[in-house]
């Protein structure tokens, strides 16, 4: 593959932008191939090279790169009317009518611009509702670029995770293990009255897939209540992607008092929101206390996007088409990987995949199998499979980014650069693309 054109707009890019990108994960080594275009479920980068795409732009693109008739023209028809206007309008009423309808947790919600901005704002409306400063996190759990959860440590040796946070901040936060029940026990005995929230995502996606072992985060939600603490899902991944409509919490029963929303709820444009209890969610300005505003939120051609996006999913065989393509090419892998490559993990659920490098995992099996893992019965490998973020943290990540991602993306499959990343199947994929990637992760492998 010629990359010529790639390499030349990095090296521009390198001047005028902080490591040639405009978010970290994009800086794929030895540089980022730019992107001219999508089509359906590839993309096709500056020197015409054609991928087949499961980065999906981390998330948001259910349909992939095409957008659904009804999407592209409400998209065209809201841009074109005048792209915003600082005053509301009937989009962002039916949007959040939508997501009321359909997500558990949710009477009522405020739109933001980013995953980011909606677990800042969820953080500070369990401050604010609960007058309590403590929010308990997973170790190994992403929330966007915030303050309050780019931490890193133990309960009682917390430190910001990165520079330019001041410690005060990291002292409020306390991270747990996923999955491990005794833990955060232990941290409400000790601190339960002090307790805020406890914000996870109820699949860890952002650390190889984590999925919860059964009765996880039940707990989490009996522990939250009887400390009057918030259970706080972050969703901004698994919203409208792992169990549909009804979301994470919908597929494992267990609903939360806030949520967080982002990526497909935007259709592909910035988004995120913040939903729940009425008597929660209008703590915020200007109904409540808690100051919370913006520029772009409920933007109306996102509103228009993001709407009509889950209305054609709910409208369309979209779920099981995703979902029965992600366990195909997760079965597959498995098969290849027993052969191939025993030391390697296959994780995921409905469309969301990754294969982990690693040799060490629990092997409790009274652990297993987690809650969200559909080879339960036939499983054979149970002892790989990661149940903290730690577990995958272990994982030989060079071994990913620097081999095997790089001979698949020269084998044209864009997979996430990071071996923690999750990577999705779109409505836009087909059998025979599943079949194509099997080929490449076994040439790979
Ligand atoms: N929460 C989760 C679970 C995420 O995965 C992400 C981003 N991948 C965020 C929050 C932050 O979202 P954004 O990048 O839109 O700010």
């Known amino acids: 593959m010629n990359h010529d054109e790639s390499r030349a707009l990095y090296d521009r890019a390198l001047s005028v932008m902080p490591g040639g990108v405009n978010s970290s994960v994009r800086a794929t080594r030895p540089y980022p191939f730019f992107v001219e275009r999508g089509d359906g479920a590839h993309v096709v980068d500056a020197d015409g090279n054609r991928y087949l795409d499961y980065v999906m732009g981390y998330g948001p693109l259910l349909y992939g790169h095409d957008m659904p008739d009804p999407v592209r023209s ?13 005053a509301p309008t009937e989009i962002e009423v039916e949007h959040a009518e939508f997501v009321a309808r359909h997500v558990p947790s949710v009477e009522m919600v405020r739109f933001v611009n980013s995953g980011t901005e909606a677990t800042v704002s969820a953080v500070r409306l369990a401050r604010g509702y609960t007058g309590r400063d403590k929010i308990v996190v997973m170790q190994a759990g ?14 009682g040796d917390v430190h910001p995770s990165t520079r330019g946070i001041p410690q005060s901040f990291a002292e409020h936060t306390i991270p747990v293990p996923f999955n491990d029940r005794e833990t955060v026990t232990e941290v409400f005995e000790e601190h339960g009255d002090d307790v805020a929230a406890v914000l996870t995502e109820p699949v860890l996606a952002n650390k190889g897939i984590v999925a919860p072992v059964d009765g996880y985060l039940q707990h989490l939600r009996d522990l939250t209540d009887e400390h009057g603490s918030l259970l706080v899902f972050d969703e901004v991944i698994t919203g409208f992607r792992v169990g549909g409509l009804q979301c994470a919490q919908g597929k494992f029963g267990v609903t939360p008092d806030v949520t967080t929303f982002g990526k497909i709820i935007g259709g592909g444009f910035p988004v995120g929101a913040i939903g729940g209890k009425s008597e929660i969610i209008e703590q915020f300005s200007p109904a409540g206390p808690v100051f919370q505003s913006g520029t772009f939120s409920g933007h109306p051609v996102t509103m ?48 969301m995949f990754k294969t982990v490098f690693t040799r060490e995992g629990p092997s409790d099996r009274s652990e297993c199998c987690s809650a969200g893992c559909e080879q339960r019965e036939s499983c054979t490998r149970y002892d790989y499979c990661p149940k903290t973020g730690a577990d995958v943290g272990d994982a030989e990540t060079e071994r990913w980014e620097r081999i095997f991602w790089q001979e698949m993306k020269e084998q044209g499959v864009f997979l996430t650069a990071n071996q923690f990343e999750s990577q999705f199947v779109s409505y836009a994929h087909t059998d025979e693309d599943i079949e194509e990637t099997l080929e490449a992760y076994k040439t790979a492998l």
């Open 142 to 155: 992403y929330h966007g670029a915030q303050e309050s959860t780019l931490v890193e440590g133990e309960p």
């Open 74 to 86: 409400a998209v065209q028809s809201y841009a074109s009317d005048g792209p915003m206007y600082g």
């Open 304 to 351: 228009a996007a993001g709407y009509e996006y889950l209305k054609f999913a709910a409208e369309n065989d979209v779920y099981d088409h995703v979902n029965r393509l992600g366990e195909k090419l997760r079965r597959g892998i498995t098969d290849i990987v027993e052969d191939h490559a025993p030391s390697y993990t296959v994780v995921g659920t409905d469309s």
